[in-house]
């Protein structure tokens, strides 16, 4: 099987707690002439690429799987009762939309839902349009780590509640509930005879 090159979650919280001054509650450095410290540039920076690493796999896994099978959830042993693959990608976006609104100090999407996506997306393009609208959403949040204004949300849907709640513990958060719904999107991929993008030549 093909080596994965992707950052792993974890790789991605030990970055956090390596390189996030205010984590460590270490003094903060400004760089002159800009309005946000260098450690949350390097924080901002770290995430992006991991955006762009785990939206690319995801992204390419949505378009992968047929229309036809957005439908398609396996039925046998312990899969009783688990979302479509349609499904599973729209909470998936549905809940990058609701902690990148909590990371910019928005209310959640109305359309969100209880993190099931709006009902009128149905079918596959609907679908991957949510899912594009959620990562550049994302990446908004993102664009703003290090900046005072607006203020941070808590979001009901994390464990990260008062001071926990930054930007970029939010945004990681996203990225790694992400990452968890990629490896079941790659399940479902392979059960209906389709290798994952990531994993062909």
């Known amino acids: 099987m093909k080596r994965q090159k992707h950052i792993t979650p974890v790789f991605v919280l030990m970055l956090m707690l390596a390189s996030s001054a205010r984590a460590l509650g270490q003094p903060e450095r400004i760089t002159a002439g800009t309005s946000t410290t260098l450690d949350a540039q390097r924080e901002r920076r ?55 609104a909590a990371a910019l100090g928005e209310e959640p999407p109305a359309d969100a839902g209880d993190e099931m996506g709006p009902e009128a ?18 990446a908004k949040a993102m664009d703003a780590i290090g900046d005072q204004d607006p ?14 709640a930054t930007r970029l513990a939010l945004t990681v958060e ?5 990452f968890d719904h990629y490896g079941q999107m790659v399940e479902y991929l392979r059960m209906n005879g389709i290798v994952p993008p990531a994993s062909r030549p």
């Open 46 to 100: 770290a995430v992006q690429i991991f955006l762009k690493d785990v939206g690319g796999v995801i992204t390419r896994s949505a378009e992968a799987m047929p229309a036809t099978k957005y439908t398609f959830a396996p039925t046998d042993g312990e899969f009783k009762g688990v979302r479509t693959f349609g499904q599973m990608v729209k909470h998936l976006a549905a809940t990058n939309h609701i902690l990148a």
């Open 121 to 138: 997306v149905r079918t596959k393009p609907e679908i991957l349009e949510y899912l594009s609208g959620s990562f550049a959403h994302l």
């Open 151 to 164: 203020a941070v949300k808590s979001s009901p849907i994390s464990p990260l509640q008062g001071a926990a």
């Open 174 to 178: 996203a990225l790694i509930h992400a």
